[in-house]
Nanobody, 123 residues
Framework: QVQLVESGGGLVQAGGSLRLSCAAS????????MAWYRQAPEKQRELVAL???????KYADSVKGRFTISGYYPKNTVYLQMTSLKPEDTAVYYC?????????????????WGQGTQVTVSS
């Protein structure tokens, strides 16, 4: 069984910083990528940042230069350092990972999600 557990959300003033963490645990043979998504009220979930197993990263245009994703080998933990936060960054942030649990089969390989952590930026 695979679990993703996020931590680090909270309330911060505009211009402030927060760091989110996400730890993957359970039966894990390989992790192909880890990512952060966010969903604001009445909006669709959107990709914020992604890091591949090779270390390449991808960011939403709205967070480039302000957010940094790092991790995850060898501790299966990914971080999202958020700086210069804006009220429009307010959302529930979800950790995502493509994980293959077993080395002898693709059974169970797919996208896994954390429960989400609230980030609120006040103006």
């Amino acid at each position: 069984q695979v679990q993703l557990v996020e931590s680090g959300g909270g309330l911060v003033q505009a211009g402030g910083s927060l760091r989110l963490s996400c730890a993957a645990s359970g039966t894990i043979f390989a992790i192909y990528h880890m990512a952060w998504y966010r969903q604001a009220p009445e909006k669709q979930r959107e990709l914020v940042a992604l890091i591949s197993s090779g270390g390449s990263t991808k960011y939403a245009d709205s967070v480039k230069g302000r957010f940094t994703i790092s991790g995850y080998y060898p501790k299966n933990t990914v971080y999202l350092q958020m700086t210069s936060l804006k009220p429009e960054d307010t959302a529930v942030y979800y950790c995502n990972a493509e994980i293959q649990p077993f080395d002898y089969t693709d059974y169970g390989r797919g996208d896994y999600w954390g429960q989400g952590t609230q980030v609120t930026v006040s103006s």
